[in-house]
């Protein structure tokens, strides 16, 4: 993310910036559609390797010579297996542990791809829909078919709400059933919206440090706003993956 003051002056003098344009989907080289290039990377795909890259780094260099006496790297890698862990095992239980692995997967990568967002001149996958949207509907998708794997027919259940009164049921079902399938919509608008809202308020801020009499001000609102993002990036990375914990015991409990 651009978080520099790339402010202009337009003809009549006015400021002129565009808080925006950080989120541009750009070629590393070449054009889109160059048929030199049958493959463009972008901007996306570089930051997406790199929080592959981080993520890696992290967990698997940092853990290869464990010492009774942890490192700061292998502290900071244990210390996220076991958070992941115990919220797996809290939200779906026993039998949900088993699907640990994936579960941690996601929480490492999108906590990672945001705080590498807050980088200078870094671009954050996170604040866009496609990306958010992809990881979403794998959620979702692996839930709908493992309830369907586990309980066949039975995973209906989840819509039909046997605690209610019997006429209330089949209109209960319907909203059941509406809500279940917005959930990708609203697993991966939560997360990119929030990341898109954060940074594009700090490059206003940035902005308007170029103006003199108001840059104090500005400058310290960047500050109070990037520390905001240093939390909302770990926030965000927990909501994902504990919604996706309680999507996953929907899937091992369909009962209501």
Same mark, same amino acid.
């Given at each position: 993310?651009?978080?520099?003051?790339?402010?202009?002056?337009?003809?009549?003098?006015?400021?002129?910036?565009?808080?925006?344009?950080?989120?541009?989907?750009?070629?590393?080289?070449?054009?889109?559609?160059?048929?030199?290039?049958?493959?463009?990377?972008?901007?996306?795909?570089?930051?997406?390797?790199?929080?592959?890259? @981080?993520?890696?780094?992290?967990?698997?260099?940092?853990?290869?010579?464990? @010492?009774?006496?942890?490192?700061?790297?292998?502290?900071? #890698?244990?210390? @996220?297996?076991?958070?992941?862990?115990?919220? %797996?095992?809290?939200?779906?239980?026993?039998?949900?542990?088993?699907?640990?692995?994936?579960?941690?997967?996601?929480?490492?990568?999108?906590? %990672?791809?945001?705080?590498?967002?807050?980088?200078?001149?870094?671009?954050?996958?996170?604040?866009?829909?496609?990306?958010?949207?992809?990881?979403?509907?794998?959620?979702?998708?692996?839930?709908?078919?493992?309830?369907?794997?586990?309980?066949?027919?039975?995973?209906?259940?989840?819509?039909?709400?046997?605690? #209610?009164?019997?006429?209330?049921?089949?209109?209960? #079902?319907?909203?059941?059933?509406?809500?279940?399938?917005?959930?990708?919509?609203?697993?991966?608008?939560?997360?990119?919206?929030?990341?898109?809202?954060?940074?594009?308020?700090?490059?206003?801020?940035?902005?308007?440090?170029?103006?003199?009499?108001?840059?104090?001000?500005?400058? #310290?609102?960047?500050?109070?706003?990037?520390?905001?993002?240093?939390?909302?990036?770990?926030?965000?990375?927990?909501?994902?993956?504990?919604?996706?914990?309680?999507?996953?015991?929907?899937?091992?409990?369909? @009962?209501?």
């Amino acid at each position: 993310m651009a978080h520099g003051a790339d402010a202009a002056h337009g003809a009549d003098g006015g400021l002129v910036f565009h808080p925006m344009d950080q989120f541009l989907v750009k070629p590393l080289f070449g054009h889109a559609g160059d048929p030199v290039f049958w493959y463009t990377p972008t901007n996306v795909t570089l930051w997406l390797g790199l929080a592959v890259v @981080a993520i890696f780094a992290l967990m698997v260099l940092t853990t290869s010579r464990r @010492a009774v006496i942890p490192s700061r790297g292998q502290s900071v #890698a244990e210390l @996220a297996y076991g958070f992941i862990y115990k919220m %797996v095992e809290d939200v779906t239980g026993k039998d949900g542990v088993k699907y640990f692995p994936y579960i941690m997967t996601l929480f490492m990568f999108i906590v %990672v791809a945001n705080f590498l967002g807050l980088l200078p001149t870094a671009f954050t996958p996170t604040s866009h829909i496609a990306v958010t949207a992809l990881l979403a509907m794998a959620v979702f998708l692996a839930v709908t078919i493992l309830g369907f794997v586990l309980h066949g027919f039975k995973f209906l259940g989840l819509f039909w709400v046997s605690a #209610a009164p019997l006429p209330l049921r089949p209109i209960l #079902a319907v909203i059941e059933i509406i809500s279940y399938f917005v959930r990708p919509v609203s697993h991966s608008i939560r997360l990119a919206g929030n990341m898109m809202a954060g940074h594009a308020v700090i490059k206003v801020f940035a902005a308007f440090a170029a103006v003199t009499a108001i840059a104090p001000i500005s400058i #310290a609102a960047i500050a109070a706003i990037y520390g905001l993002e240093v939390l909302v990036s770990f926030i965000q990375a927990y909501v994902f993956t504990i919604l996706t914990c309680v999507y996953l015991k929907d899937a091992l409990h369909p @009962a209501h």
